[in-house]
């Protein structure tokens, strides 16, 4: 079934001109681009994008480095596409991750780690909302 997800290249991936490549990469997989905008969090957006991880460890760091620079977000569809793009891209700890992974070939640290893609279908509709916030889904999302 065709699915839509949510797909950024974080401010690391944006500040060292890797936004072609990267797009790329997922254009070879078979990825569809629906819709796709540049933007610079602030602190307020960032917080609410990354809510659920409010009071872990990393959230502080997290913030500082999505409103450090612009992102691009992207709505991207094909079949299965919550999971294949999860593939694509690679483990969030770049190191323990395929060679051929997006995060393997441009991540710096597992922060800094190029690109964030949205880990259930649930939560690729909520994330799509939040920056896409009108976006229309097709009749079966």
């Known amino acids: 079934m ?12 944006t500040k060292r001109n890797h936004i ?13 681009v629906k819709e796709m905008k ?13 809510e659920e991880h409010k009071g872990k460890d990393f959230f502080e760091r997290l913030i500082e480095f999505m409103t450090s620079g612009k992102t691009v977000a992207a709505i991207i569809s094909r079949e299965d596409a919550v999971h294949e793009l999860r593939k694509v891209i690679g483990k969030t700890d770049y190191h323990e991750t395929r060679p051929e992974t997006i995060r393997r070939i441009y991540g710096e ?4 780690n190029a690109v964030h893609a949205s880990d259930s279908p649930g939560h690729a509709k909520e994330e799509i909302l939040k920056v896409f916030p009108d976006f229309m889904f097709d009749n079966n999302q």
């Not at 997922?26 to 569809?32: G, K, L, P, R, T």
């Not at 540049?38 to 990354?50: H, I, P, S």
């Open 20 to 32: 072609g490549a990267i797009l790329k990469i997922v254009e070879e997989h078979d990825f569809i």
């Open 2 to 13: 065709k699915e839509y997800t949510l797909f950024l290249i974080k401010p690391d991936s």
């Open 109 to 112: 640290t597992v922060t800094r």
């Open 38 to 50: 540049m933007l610079k969090m602030d602190r307020t957006f960032a917080e609410y994008f990354y």
